[in-house]
């Protein structure tokens, strides 16, 4: 879960990701990684089944998460600042009628309607942590009343990051208009690193 830096500009800039994804067609290796493949299967596992009647996705990259997730909902849009990502992941969720991908960022781009569950995986760290703070309180906007948010994050170092994994986790448990449901913690000792998913109520 390093996608490395970018030369001279601000490596969270939306040209930053689009330059990424021009240069690489999957930059984290989301479709090939044994290691990301664990991560889809253990957060496919705290979510649960569904249905899920209105699930939103925003960063949803290439669209290897959203196929996964997509059979899972009535209803699923998913978005991504970067135009290559959002068609390789309206090619890749091409059979499934249900999910729109559209482009868009957070925290402006949210669905109209309540969602029963938000994905926020590995994109907190993209903000500072004031930012982050009125992401998560947008997005927590879009909950319906017994609405959820999940996801992952990486505990390792990138020079990317504006914030580390285990703070972006600490902005959603501390956010008032939520509660932790479920956390998990996975740990590659070899690499020195791992995640942390987690599971959030509306308040
Ligand atoms: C590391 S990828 C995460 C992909 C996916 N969510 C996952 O867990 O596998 C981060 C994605 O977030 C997108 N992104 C960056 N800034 C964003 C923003 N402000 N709003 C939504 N997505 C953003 C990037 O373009 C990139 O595709």
């Given amino acids: 879960m390093n996608g ?10 939306p040209i930053a990701f689009e330059r990424r994804y021009q240069g690489c067609e999957d930059p984290w290796g989301f479709a090939t990684d044994a290691y990301e493949q664990h991560r889809y299967a253990q957060l496919l596992a705290a979510i649960g089944p569904g249905p899920f009647a209105a699930a939103f996705e925003p960063g949803c990259s290439i669209g290897v998460f959203t196929a996964l997730l997509g059979p899972r909902c009535v209803e699923l849009l998913a978005t991504d600042p ?59 906007d879009r909950l319906g009343p017994q609405g959820r948010i999940a996801g992952t994050h990486w505990i390792g170092r990138s020079a990317d990051h504006r914030i580390h994994g285990e703070q972006v986790h600490a ?33």
């Fill in 4 to 13: 490395g830096t970018m030369n001279g500009e601000d490596p969270t800039s």
């Fill in 82 to 140: 970067s135009p290559t990502a959002v068609a390789a992941a309206a090619r890749r969720c091409a059979g499934l009628d249900h999910v729109r991908v559209e482009p868009g960022a957070l925290p402006t781009d949210l669905p109209a309607g309540p969602c029963d569950l938000i994905v926020f995986s590995e994109l907190g760290y993209y903000f500072d942590e004031a930012r982050l703070a009125e992401v998560v309180t947008a997005v927590v």
């Fill in 171 to 203: 902005v959603l448990d501390t956010h008032r208009g939520l509660t932790i449901e479920h956390r998990e913690r996975h740990e590659r000792r070899a690499q020195g690193d791992g995640y942390l998913l987690g599971v959030w109520r509306r308040r």
